[in-house]
Nanobody, 119 residues
Framework: QVQLVESGGGLVQPGGSLRLSCAASGFTFSSYAMSWYRQAPGKERELVARITSARGITNYADSVKGRFTISRDNAKNTVYLQMNSLKPEDTAVYYC????????????WGQGTRVTVSS
């Protein structure tokens, strides 16, 4: 059974920090690129950050570049998103995603964790 379980969301004030975690099981974690997406009410789900499976190359949305950092620990089957200098527009449900493209596309999603940035 494939599982992606996000945690670490909550309420923070603007300018604050939060660290999200995603614990993975049921697949070969080290073979998958891992990503964080987010979705605000009434908006389309957007890619926030991605880290590749092999070299750990990272990519970020322009809106979070310089503020967010994605990392992974293959020994723990966990991917993280460190969020600093949070803004109200960062408020959303954040989803963990695992993707492997080889003979076919394997694409797994977690249930999401809510982040609210408000004063």
């Amino acid at each position: 059974q494939v599982q992606l379980v996000e945690s670490g969301g909550g309420l923070v004030q603007p300018g604050g920090s939060l660290r999200l975690s995603c614990a993975a099981s049921g697949f070969t974690f080290s073979s998958y690129a891992m990503s964080w997406y987010r979705q605000a009410p009434g908006k389309e789900r957007e890619l926030v950050a991605r880290i590749t499976s092999a070299r750990g190359i990272t990519n970020y949305a322009d809106s979070v570049k310089g503020r967010f950092t994605i990392s992974r620990d293959n020994a723990k089957n966990t991917v993280y998103l460190q969020m600093n200098s949070l803004k109200p527009e960062d408020t959303a449900v954040y989803y963990c995603n695992a993707r492997w493209v080889y003979a076919a596309v394997y694409d797994y999603w977690g249930q999401g964790t809510r982040v609210t940035v408000s004063s």
